[in-house]
Structures are given as C-alpha cells and as structure tokens.
C-alpha cells in the first residue's frame, strides 16, 4: 500500500493567522496519526509564514510514525535538519518568496550541489528525495546525485486529470518506471486530492507515498479529519 503522508502547514497558517497556538500543529499530528496516516509532513519557508523551524523540532520529538520536512537546503534550513532528523527530507527548489512549490529541480544545472547535500544528509541517517518533474532527460542525473528517492511533482496531473485522466497520468507512468529502474524510490505530490488521487496510484507504478496538504485539510473542515483521512486512505488501497 502507499504511504499517506499528511502536510500540516495548513493548520500551521490559521495558527499563524491570530498568534497564540490554536489549532496546534502537534495535536493535529497526533490526530491525524491515530486515524491511520502513515506520516507528518511539513514544509517551512524561509520567511516561516506557515510551518516554523520550532514546528519541526517539536514534531521530531512526538512523532511515532515519520517525519517528512519539504524544503529549498539553505544553510539555515540543513542545518535545522540535520540537527533534528526527520526520517526524510524532501529537497524542493523553490525560492524564499514562492507561494507553494512550482517546479521540480533541474538535476543538470544544480546536479552537483545537490549530490554534497544529499550526501551532507545521508551522513545524518536521513533519508533523501528530490522533487522532480517528469522530464526523463533530468533523471539519470537526478540518480547521481546519491538520492534514496524522486518527489513527482503532480500539479499538472491534477490539472489535466478532469480532462484527460489517461494523458495527465501518462507521464507520471514513464517517469516513474525509469525513477525505479535507476534504483530511485518513487514518491509524489501537490495537488492530489479525493477525486484524482485513487486514479494516480492505481496507474503509477512503484509509488511508494504521497504527500498532500492543502485538499486534504480542506476537506477536513467539512467532513472532519478522521473521516478524510480514511478517506484518502481508502484510495490507496
Ligand atoms: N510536495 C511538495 C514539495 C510541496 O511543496 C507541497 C506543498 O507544500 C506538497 C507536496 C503538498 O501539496 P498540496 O498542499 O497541494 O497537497
């Protein structure tokens, strides 16, 4: 079965929003722990205008499942990492200003600071992946660079997927048999809520977990968390 990894910063941005510590990021871990997610992840910002570092730290320490921290490697944001290690870190080149992810790294140009960052990381014990699109020409690089795993970045599957199911998925299938056959875990990503997610795993081979935030906590203000959750776990199956 794929791993369901739940990003919290959602709830982190309506904290946020009033100061103080309502909702708290740890009890909503442990909630959405104890309705079945296979993981916690979170993704602080250089400006930490949603999930902050002490997030991370606090996280680390109650966590019973793992522990996934999403983000640009900074020289503030490894050494956070590499202090409290998380179970994976997910590599993402975003820049400081950018509202959510918005694209995958370009494993030629930056093939060679990554490959020191993966190794900088693994030298903690911690496990690594690379948010990627799905361009294969970047995926022989992306291998070299040491990584346990790929992040597909998935926003364009869900933004085809009403229209094309077959042609958004298509992409995510090649990808993510020629991930494997370099030896890459396969994980994915952003996006991906209740209507699209069961036709992606079902169709990607290898998939090993997903990582949704933004539909999934959405949701849960409707149906309530444990419902959601069983319900993205139900997909999965
Ligand atoms: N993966 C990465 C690298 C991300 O940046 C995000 C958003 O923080 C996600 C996955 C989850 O995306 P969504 O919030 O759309 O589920």
């Known amino acids: 079965m794929v791993s369901l990894s739940v990003n919290l910063n959602k709830i982190a941005l ?7 510590n309502t909702p708290d990021v740890l009890t909503a871990a442990r909630a959405a722990e104890s309705f079945g997610a296979n993981g916690i992840t ?7 205008r949603h999930a902050t570092y002490k997030d991370v730290e606090n996280l680390k320490q109650i966590i019973k499942t793992e522990l996934n921290v999403e983000g640009y490697p900074s020289r503030e944001f490894m050494d956070i990492v590499c202090n409290v290690k998380p179970h994976q870190v997910t590599l993402v080149p975003d ?15 930056h093939g060679a600071m990554l490959t020191e960052i993966v190794a900088e990381l693994k030298s903690h014990g911690i496990r690594t992946s690379i948010f990627m699109d799905t361009d294969l020409s970047l995926y022989e690089s992306a291998a070299s660079t040491g990584t346990d795993r790929i992040e597909l970045y998935t926003e364009a599957y869900a933004r085809l997927y009403p229209e094309s199911p077959e042609k958004a998925v298509q992409p995510y299938k090649d990808a993510a048999a020629r991930a494997h056959a370099l030896g890459l875990g396969v994980n994915a990503g952003h996006d991906l809520n209740s209507l699209n997610l069961r036709y992606f795993a079902t169709e990607v081979p290898y998939l090993m977990e997903v990582s949704i935030g933004h539909a999934l ?21």
């Open 42 to 48: 979170l993704h602080p910002r250089p400006d930490q």
């Open 14 to 20: 309506i904290r946020n929003s009033r100061g103080g």
């Open 217 to 237: 906590v959405s949701e849960a203000l409707y149906l309530g968390l444990e419902k959601t959750i069983h319900l993205y776990l139900a997909q999965l199956k």
């Open 95 to 109: 820049p400081p200003d950018a509202l959510t992810s918005n694209a995958g790294w370009n494993t030629i140009e």
